[in-house]
């Protein structure tokens, strides 16, 4: 599965380029998306329907910290995956999430914070049980956020690299859901390299390194297993609904393109 979203990113990747090398001069909006549709999901039918919802800001604060949220109703019933894609990014496949047994069928959200290379639409694409796919977009007004300079120079981000910290929490949101359902943030110290990003002490650009992967569980029960690219900002954050269990002890492994893997777990119950 891994190595089909690499080819997704990579796919993703090599239409944006295309399009903006070619002689056709900039592409619509329209024509990007039909690439991407063709490239990521085999040219197959995605409907807005108002199955998935997606929150973004119109105008972004900070291109490299966009937070963005996707929410799915209990009408969705059982969703297989959920992809993020940021239509103009070098990389527009930001992630994609496979949600498990303790992501519930109810209602459900999961919120992330994704770099913006330019004015783009953001889409959320959420394939059900019945092989469907099911799309949210916002178009939101960011750029250079792929090369945004990182907030701490190398040596320092990877003193603390992999350090996590997580929080489950009860919301009168989540309380509301139905069924009601808890929240868990788990926020990793990385620096997520893009690859694109200058030094600004050797002025060379500094090496990709991002965590590729991170497995979230609840009482040993998958909540969702990541895909990732470039786009997710540095320090990824996630935050998400689970189904409680008898413990509510979230179990994470991350592991980034370096093969280093990282682990926590929360206090569980109430904490």
């Excluded at 040219?43 to 329907?49: L, T």
């Excluded at 290379?117 to 092989?131: F, K, L, P, Q």
């Excluded at 099911?134 to 956020?145: I, L, Q, R, Y």
């Excluded at 996590?164 to 069924?179: E, V």
Aim: hydrophobic share 40%.
């Amino acid at each position: 599965m891994a190595m089909q979203t690499t080819r997704r990113s990579a796919l993703g990747i090599a239409a944006v380029a295309a399009m903006l090398l070619g002689t056709a001069g900039v592409a619509s909006a329209d024509d990007v998306w039909t690439d991407l549709r063709r490239d990521v999901f085999d040219n197959r039918e995605v409907v807005e329907d108002g199955l998935v919802e997606l929150d973004a800001p119109y105008r972004a604060e900070d291109a490299a910290v966009v937070p963005v949220t996707m929410r799915l109703p209990a009408a969705a019933g059982e969703v297989k995956t959920l992809t993020l894609i940021v239509d103009k990014n070098p990389a527009p496949v930001v992630a994609t999430f496979h949600l498990g047994e303790a992501a519930g069928r109810g209602d459900r959200m999961l919120s992330t914070r994704v770099r913006i290379d330019m004015y783009s639409n953001v889409r959320a694409i959420a394939e059900t049980a019945d092989g469907k796919l099911h799309m949210a977009t916002k178009f939101v007004k960011a750029s250079g956020g792929c090369s945004a300079a990182a907030s701490k120079d190398a040596d320092e981000a990877f003193a603390n690299l992999g350090k996590m910290q997580i929080r489950t929490f009860d919301t009168a949101d989540a309380k509301d859901r139905t069924p009601p359902t808890r929240e868990a943030q788990v926020m990793i110290r990385h620096p997520n390299f893009t690859g694109m990003q200058m030094d600004q002490v050797s002025r060379q650009y500094t090496p990709m390194r991002i965590v590729s992967e991170m497995d979230v569980k609840r009482d040993g029960e998958r909540v969702f297993k990541m895909e990732g690219g470039i786009s997710i900002s540095e320090n990824p954050n996630f935050r998400f609904s689970f189904v409680p269990g008898k413990e509510n002890v979230i179990d994470v492994t991350a592991k980034d393109t370096e093969g280093k893997v990282f682990t926590a777990t929360s206090a569980g119950k109430g904490a």
